[in-house]
Nanobody
């Protein structure tokens, strides 16, 4: 059974940083696009960032561009999200997602991702 396990969430003051990590197991990680999504209370899940299976392409939501950085380590089956300059509006549950099979165009829509983690909570205090 595929497992995606997120870690690194927590409480941070506005302007601070957090680094989220997602470790995949029983999963063709090196062939999968990986994405981060988030969902705030009472809101729909929204796209945050994605990285292509080979790490060659990344894409960010406008709201996080320049502040967040997605990366992956295929040797460790891990995708990370470095979050700097955090704002109160970044408060949400953050989810790691994996998309297979490999494509030539990076997935950005949640419906294109097959596998999901359980989420990690990020709270930014103002």
């Amino acid at each position: 059974q595929v497992q995606l396990v997120e870690s690194g969430g927590g409480l941070v003051q506005a302007g601070g940083s957090l680094r989220l990590a997602c470790v995949a197991s029983r999963f063709a990680f090196t062939s999968a696009d990986m994405g981060w999504f988030r969902q705030a209370p009472g809101q729909e899940r929204e796209f945050v960032a994605a990285i292509m299976w080979n790490g060659g392409t990344t894409y960010y939501a406008e709201s996080v561009k320049g502040r967040f950085t997605i990366s992956r380590d295929n040797a460790k089956n891990t995708v990370s999200l470095q979050m700097d300059g955090l704002k109160s509006e970044d408060t949400a549950d953050y989810y790691c997602a994996g998309g297979l099979p490999p494509r030539t165009v990076l997935r950005r829509n949640s419906k294109e991702y097959n596998y999901w983690g359980q989420g990690t909570q990020v709270t930014v205090s103002s």
